[in-house]
């Protein structure tokens, strides 16, 4: 199979493009932004971009690297960036989030 390429459970090889038409899709988080901006906790300030002697405060985000991505195609952005190729996904069109550590192996006996 070529890069992009997927099999399905029966055996079909589905082109790279192919899968760009679902309205779901799927991914590894590789890279992700500071969060969401906030104001400075005292400011009444209409613009507080203007003042740029506050430091800048963000509301973290949920997600974090390496973790596994479901979300709605359509508000995906694809770039190339060195000869590779991502979805830039905002954080609203993120439907779950996989994550493989921090789940215990086990589950307690009195489940």
Do not use: C
């Amino acid at each position: 199979m070529e890069q992009g390429e997927s099999r399905t459970e029966v055996g079909l090889i589905l082109p790279a493009n192919a899968m760009e038409k679902e309205a779901v899709q799927e991914g590894r988080v590789v890279a992700m932004g500071p969060g969401s901006p906030l104001p400075p906790p005292d400011s009444d300030v209409d613009e507080p971009w203007k003042n740029p002697s506050q430091p800048r405060r963000y509301l973290p985000m949920e997600v974090e690297l390496g973790d596994w991505a479901v979300f709605f195609r359509k508000a995906a952005i694809e770039i190339s960036f060195e000869r590779d190729r991502y979805l830039v996904v905002p954080y609203s069109a993120i439907l779950a989030l996989v994550r493989d550590h921090g789940v215990p192996d086990t589950l307690p006996e009195e489940i």
